[in-house]
């Protein structure tokens, strides 16, 4: 079952060269258009924020993105949009299997996904020779593990989600495929482990199948990041909106609010809005959301705007540095 090449650059619509901070522009630039809760286009919508978060997942991790680079110039064929990997191609795979349903493209599973067989069912050898060794005994199947894409907005409020997995029976040589549906709690966080019952390899020899362990791993959002239960934002403030002090709207998972900022507010400065996080697994407790207020300065000015930061600096007792004391030469 080959697996198609994934071009991430052109997914986000950047160059191969682009820096980390063109990467993240283009993909909130994108997601706001495409998230799901704000496209024009519904029944497109899910696909495609799901091909620019595989994107960004990809490009904004430096580990990862040096190898999709690498990953481009291996075996490609004479078109770019005819490029395949096999299993044979990739040692480390091992056996092969195909998610549907996860939010992730085959080409994301086999190479970043770390979704593998692992471990061998209990009272089995450690080992492939002695595994094959007991080809006669019923045994249990392996269990498989692979990534699950899951919005912010789902491990809020918690989902059911289709999903499909094709793999090849190793006794009967044919491809199966199973379709099941997955519950998403609320509360899932990032990292968390959903186990799905004897959704593994079939077993052996009339023994049970293994079981799916289907890792959650947070959709990248416009607007929040995650960690555990808390949400993080970023809030743009002007200078007088610092200095001044000012209330602004902020946004949520569920809307937006309104926060007081205070006079003197300082570059990276953390507020914290307590209990409009993510859900606590079943505590009915939620985590809170951090707002990092972001001084950002103008960068073109007008006459007029000119001329008030002049006022400014001429009237200001404000001194950013100790007024040297002792006569200084320039280099």
């Known amino acids: 079952m080959p697996t198609s090449f994934k071009d991430y650059y052109a ?14 522009k283009a993909f909130r630039r994108l997601a706001r258009t495409h ?51 096999t299993a044979a191609q990739d040692e480390d795979f091992g056996q092969e299997f195909h998610f549907g349903g996860t939010g992730f493209s085959d080409f994301f599973e086999r190479y970043f996904s770390g979704g593998r067989f692992y ?17 006669r005994d019923a ?5 498989i593990e692979g990534d699950i894409l899951v919005t912010l907005e789902e491990a809020m409020h918690g989902t059911v989600r289709s999903l499909s997995l094709q793999m090849l029976n190793r006794e009967t040589g044919q491809v199966e495929t199973r379709t099941f549906r997955v519950r998403i709690p609320p509360g899932a966080i990032d990292g968390r482990r959903i186990r799905v019952p004897e959704k593994g390899e079939a077993g052996h020899q009339g023994g049970p199948a293994g079981d799916l362990y289907l890792r959650v791993r947070h959709a990248a959002h416009p607007d929040f990041t995650s960690r555990d239960a808390d949400l993080y934002h970023e809030l743009d403030l002007a200078p007088w909106e ?10 949520t998972l569920d809307g937006s609010v309104k926060l007081r900022i205070p006079p003197g507010a300082e570059h990276g400065q953390k507020m914290r809005l307590r209990g409009l ?26 006459s007029e705007e000119r001329a008030a930061w002049e006022k400014l600096r001429d009237v200001s007792t404000f001194r950013p540095r100790p007024v040297a004391t002792h006569p200084s030469t320039t280099p």
């Open 139 to 143: 045994s249990r199947g392996q269990d």
């Open 242 to 251: 610092a200095v001044l002090g000012a209330e602004v709207v902020v946004p």
């Open 35 to 85: 998230h799901p809760d704000v496209a024009k286009d519904k029944s497109t919508a899910g696909a495609k924020f799901q091909e620019i978060n595989e994107a960004y997942e990809v490009l904004s991790d430096p580990g990862k993105r040096a190898k999709y680079d690498q990953l481009s110039t291996r075996q490609a064929a004479p078109e770019r949009g005819a490029w395949s990997f």
């Open 11 to 24: 997914t986000l619509g950047v160059a191969r060269d682009a820096s980390p901070e063109e990467i993240k």
């Open 277 to 302: 996080g993510l859900p606590k697994g079943k505590t009915g407790e939620q985590g809170d959301l951090f707002v990092i207020l972001n001084l950002v300065l103008p960068t073109s000015l007008n």
């Open 119 to 135: 471990g061998f069912p209990p009272g089995t050898p450690d080992g492939p020779t002695d595994r094959a060794r007991q080809g």
